[in-house]
């Protein structure tokens, strides 16, 4: 199982990014898919998840309004949308796979790597001015 974010960047408050995962190894239709993300000092923070099917999405309220989740199960291929940047949005991104295939909830928190059994190696997103 390979999981390959890529994407990250630097950009201005107001501003949009997108990100993409590239899964292999796995039938990747069969696994919800999330993005997770790590703030500088601070925890692991479940951001968005999608089903497998791609027509369930879920997304943390901090984020809410402001990203989209999508994937193409044609191209095993999982992205973020990322609008309205904010300075908090500064993080590692990761995406991550849900461990139970066909299985996923509303919202995760707590010990997401007991949850999600595999993981990218991150890419990194600053909003700054």
């Known amino acids: 199982v390979q999981l390959v974010e890529s994407g990250g960047d630097l950009v201005q408050p107001g501003g949009s990014l997108r990100l993409s995962c590239a899964a292999s190894?796995?039938?990747?239709?069969?696994?919800?898919m999330n993005w997770v993300r790590q703030a500088p000092g601070k925890d692991l923070e479940w951001v968005a998840v999608?089903?497998?099917?791609?027509?369930?999405?879920y997304y943390a309220d901090s984020v809410r309004g402001r990203f989209t989740i999508s994937r193409d199960n044609a191209k095993n291929t999982l992205s973020l949308q990322m609008n309205s940047l904010k300075t908090d949005d500064t993080a590692v991104y990761y995406c991550?796979?849900?461990?139970?295939?066909?299985?996923?909830?509303?919202?995760?928190?707590?010990?997401?790597?007991?949850?999600?059994?595999?993981w990218g190696q991150g890419t990194q997103v600053t909003v700054s001015s």
């Open positions: 999608i089903n497998s099917h791609g027509a369930i999405t």
């Open positions: 991550a796979r849900v461990s139970l295939p066909g299985t996923y909830s509303s919202a995760y928190w707590g010990n997401l790597k007991e949850q999600f059994d595999y």
């Open positions: 190894g796995f039938t990747f239709s069969n696994y919800a």
